[in-house]
Structures are given as C-alpha cells and as structure tokens.
C-alpha cells in the first residue's frame, strides 16, 4: 500500500501563489508517476501537472506558465507550486501516485485532498 499525505493549501488572493506538498510512503514501493489533480464543483477530476520519476513533465493548458510541478525521488514527495492564481484556479486539489508495490504495478493512489480558494 501507498499513502500520500498532501499540505500547503488554502486561501489566496488573486495573483497569489501557494505551494503544495505531498508525500508517499509505503514498503516495497516503486512511485513511476507522481502528479495532481483538480476537482471543482463537478465530480470529474482533471489533471493539472504530473511527473515521471525520470523528470518528465505535463501540464493542463490553464496552468502551463504558471505553475510548475516537481520531484524529489530520495523521499517520494511531489510539490506543484502555483504562481499568478486566479479564481478559476479554486478546487479541490488531490494527489496522484502510479506505482509498483512489490510485484503489482501501475497500481493507483490518491492523496485526501486539499483546498485551494482564490479570491477576486
């Protein structure tokens, strides 16, 4: 098993940035994707930046310039800092893990969630 713990949310003006945190933990555990995903008021989450443990990169359209995903391989963490937030930019934010737990892989986690308000 995998548990992602997510922080850093919370409520910003617009223009604002916030940083977001999450880390994995979990025995026997190879992370291949790590990434974050919105939620608004609908039930569909969509993508917003993931990242390969090679470095590679994807962003949604909306957020591509402003914000930028990272990885620190040695902890398993994932950080997605979100710069020149606008109120679009409010959701739910929830973490995302691909990985391989001892012999399963592509298996798939989610972190709890964490609110992201942008003000006008």
């Known amino acids: 098993q995998v548990q992602l713990v997510e922080s850093g949310g919370g409520l910003v003006q617009a223009g604002g940035s916030l940083r977001l945190s999450c880390a994995a933990s979990?025995?026997?555990?190879?992370?291949?994707?790590m990434g974050w995903y919105c939620q608004g008021t609908g039930n569909q989450r969509d993508l917003v930046a993931s990242?390969?443990?090679?470095?590679?990169?994807n962003y949604a359209d909306s957020v591509k310039g402003r914000f930028t995903v990272s990885r620190d391989n040695a902890n398993n963490t994932v950080y997605l800092q979100m710069n020149s937030l606008k109120p679009e930019d409010t959701a739910v934010y929830y973490c995302?893990?691909?990985?391989?737990?001892?012999?399963?892989?592509?298996?798939?986690?989610w972190g709890q969630g964490t609110q992201v308000t942008v003000s006008s």
């Open positions: 995302n893990a691909i990985a391989t737990v001892g012999w399963r892989a592509n298996l798939n986690y």
């Open positions: 979990g025995s026997r555990v190879s992370i291949n994707v």
């Open positions: 990242i390969t443990s090679g470095g590679t990169t």
